[in-house]
């Protein structure tokens, strides 16, 4: 069936790092696919998305480019700030019917001065 | 401002008691969903509606039921036959169940 993986954590970074957190993606058809990033004690908010392969999604100083020959979604950062702290979900929204949207199991990111 | 809301944001019960958390959303959503999460867990979904007055149950929906009289409210009840309800509960509402999920603040229920 369709999933997500993700890296393990926790990663931590020094501030100004260069930040990549991989995700694959299994899927029968045509996913959408979406990062995610949830701070302490909150909900999780929408940080980026790519519906179509090749498609790059962007915020915040965050990538991530729809990779269909590697179904890979890796979200990346130039520069890495502590507010960048917080954990990170990349998910899949499956093609077919029915409710498919899955999440991957959060890779935590911790970012010191 | 459009958004979904959860309350309260802390619940306290004693084991045996039922507990009702709310979800509203202002986005005129069809889609709505609980999540179960627990400390450094990802989420696992417990029931979710795609329309009103339906919903299906999802990974872990054993102990909770929930209902959906109304587009913008989904209600999660906690019964006292879950066997480990202490976690952090999200809800979240999407256009359509292809689309993103936006999430509320969650609500964090704890039972002792």
């Known amino acids: 069936g369709d999933s997500v993986t993700q890296m393990e954590g926790p990663v931590t970074l020094s501030e100004e790092a260069f930040l990549t957190i991989n995700c694959t993606y299994t899927?029968?058809?045509?996913?959408?696919l979406f990062w995610y990033v949830q701070y302490p004690g909150e909900g999780l908010q929408l940080l980026l998305k790519?519906?179509?392969?090749?498609d790059k999604g962007s915020n915040k100083g965050f990538e991530a480019t729809y990779r269909k020959e590697t179904t890979s979604f890796h979200l990346e950062k130039g520069s890495v700030q502590v507010s960048d702290s917080a954990v990170y979900f990349c998910?899949?929204?499956?093609?077919?019917?029915?409710?498919?949207?899955?999440f991957g199991t959060g890779t935590s990111l911790t970012v010191i001065p | 401002d459009g958004g979904i809301t959860q309350s309260p944001k802390y619940l306290f019960r004693k084991e045996g008691q039922n507990v009702t958390l709310s979800c509203e959303q202002n986005l005129n959503h069809d889609a709505m969903y609980w999540y179960r999460q627990d400390p450094g867990q990802g989420l696992r979904l417990i029931y979710y509606?795609?329309?009103?007055?339906?919903?299906q149950k999802g990974d872990i929906a054993e102990g909770y039921s929930v209902s959906r009289e109304k587009k913008e409210s989904f209600p999660l009840t906690v019964t006292s036959a879950q066997k480990n309800p202490t976690a952090f509960y999200l809800c979240?509402?999407?256009?359509?169940?292809?689309?993103?999920?936006?999430f509320g603040p969650g609500t964090r229920l704890t039972v002792t």
């Open positions: 979240a509402s999407s256009a359509d169940s292809h689309y993103e999920q936006y």
């Open positions: 790519a519906t179509k392969a090749d």
């Open positions: 509606s795609q329309i009103v007055n339906d919903f």
């Open positions: 998910a899949l929204s499956a093609s077919n019917t029915g409710n498919q949207f899955y």
């Open positions: 899927a029968t058809g045509y996913p959408s």
